[in-house]
């Protein structure tokens, strides 16, 4: 593949922020432990007084991914995304008090738009929101949540997971095609969005 193609879809979807002070942290659905590790980590170096993990499950599977848990530390068995989330927070020092909570949500739009809901049914104002997700996924996931946090500035603080990296995506196949995946997501999901 051409090195600018490469470069500019890298520039595209391995989108990342510098942490900052923040009112919340934000965490799409995942069974990728270390994206909430993440989460943890700025949580307990004072980032912000909340972390938000948000979904239930992926509708194909109709239940959590348990087969999908990649660090033998945190298995168990887990209803929601949400609740393998917290279990990990909490392991990682956050507190159960600072821990929302929003386990409806099916997929990354709906993550961001349920996501929204709570912090406003709680009366919590996110002026600036911290975006942990996985690296090949922080293109799209900024964008579903920027459709529904419009007033909110959003630092993307993404965590490389299943060996796809901004370096070297484009070498191996199954990484090039989650990557590619993403492009094309992007696409799809905003295809109607205009806002």
């Given at each position: 593949m051409n090195q600018r193609v490469i470069r500019d879809i890298s520039e595209f979807i391995f989108m990342s922020d510098a942490p900052q002070k923040s009112?919340?942290?934000?965490?799409p659905?995942?069974?990728?432990?270390?994206v909430t590790e993440t989460a943890a980590r700025l949580y307990c170096a004072g980032y912000a007084g909340y972390v938000l993990p948000?979904?239930?499950?992926?509708?194909?599977?109709?239940k959590f991914a348990a087969e999908k848990i990649d660090n033998?530390?945190?298995a168990?068995?887990?209803d929601t995304d949400w609740a393998y989330c917290r279990h990990i927070l909490m392991a990682n020092g956050v507190p159960e008090s600072a821990i929302l909570r929003e386990d409806r949500s099916t997929h990354t739009g709906e993550n961001a738009e349920f996501s929204a809901k709570v912090?406003?049914?709680?009366?919590?104002k996110a002026e600036k929101a911290i975006l942990c997700c996985q690296a090949f996924h922080a293109r799209r996931a900024?964008?579903?949540?920027?459709?529904?946090?419009?007033?909110t500035e959003i630092l993307v603080v993404p965590t490389d997971t299943q060996g796809i990296a901004r370096e070297d995506w484009y070498l191996q196949e199954n990484s090039y095609r989650r990557?590619?995946?993403?492009?094309?997501?992007?696409?799809?999901?905003?295809?109607?969005?205009q806002g």
């Open positions: 009112d919340v942290i934000l965490i659905g995942t069974s990728q432990s270390a948000s979904g239930m499950y992926s509708p194909k599977r109709g033998p530390r945190y168990g068995g887990y912090l406003k049914e709680l009366g919590i900024f964008m579903s949540y920027a459709k529904f946090f419009p007033d990557v590619m995946s993403e492009v094309y997501k992007c696409g799809e999901y905003f295809l109607e969005y």
